[in-house]
């Protein structure tokens, strides 16, 4: 599976941006996909999570609110949402995929994603 993440830029403080994460290959239901952020001079972090089997979500406590994260099977692809964007919002945004083989609980942990996307950088600045 190849990720490429896009739709990263410059937005102002209070504005919204959509992430798109495009997969090629065969996303199983089994697997997951999750947004993660490292800021700089961070550690990265998870932001949201999906399970492509039954589109499931799990989201970071912080962004709870303002970050929606769905999947369109269609076209094999991954939304995040952003939305009452801040500076702490600024970083570099990373598509991962778990690959499982069976159903299991979205995990924000990123050491267990095994696909990885290059990233897209998103800056909250006025």
């Known amino acids: 599976v190849q990720l490429q993440a896009s739709g990263g830029g410059l937005v102002q403080p209070e504005g919204s941006l959509r992430l798109s994460c495009a997969a090629s290959?065969?996303?199983?239901?089994?697997?997951?996909v999750g947004w993660f952020r490292q800021a700089p001079g961070k550690e990265r972090e998870f932001v949201a999570g999906i399970r492509w089997r039954d589109a499931k979500t799990m989201y970071r406590g912080s962004v709870k609110g303002r970050f929606s994260i769905s999947r369109d099977s269609a076209r094999n692809t991954v939304y995040l949402q952003i939305d009452s964007m801040n500076s702490e919002d600024t970083a570099v945004y990373y598509c991962?995929?778990?690959?499982?083989?069976?159903?299991?609980?979205?995990?924000?942990?990123?050491?267990?994603?095994?696909?990885w996307g290059q990233g897209t950088l998103v800056t909250v600045s006025s």
């Open positions: 991962a995929v778990q690959r499982n083989d069976r159903v299991t609980p979205i995990q924000s942990s990123g050491s267990l994603y095994d696909y």
């Open positions: 290959g065969t996303i199983y239901s089994t697997y997951v």
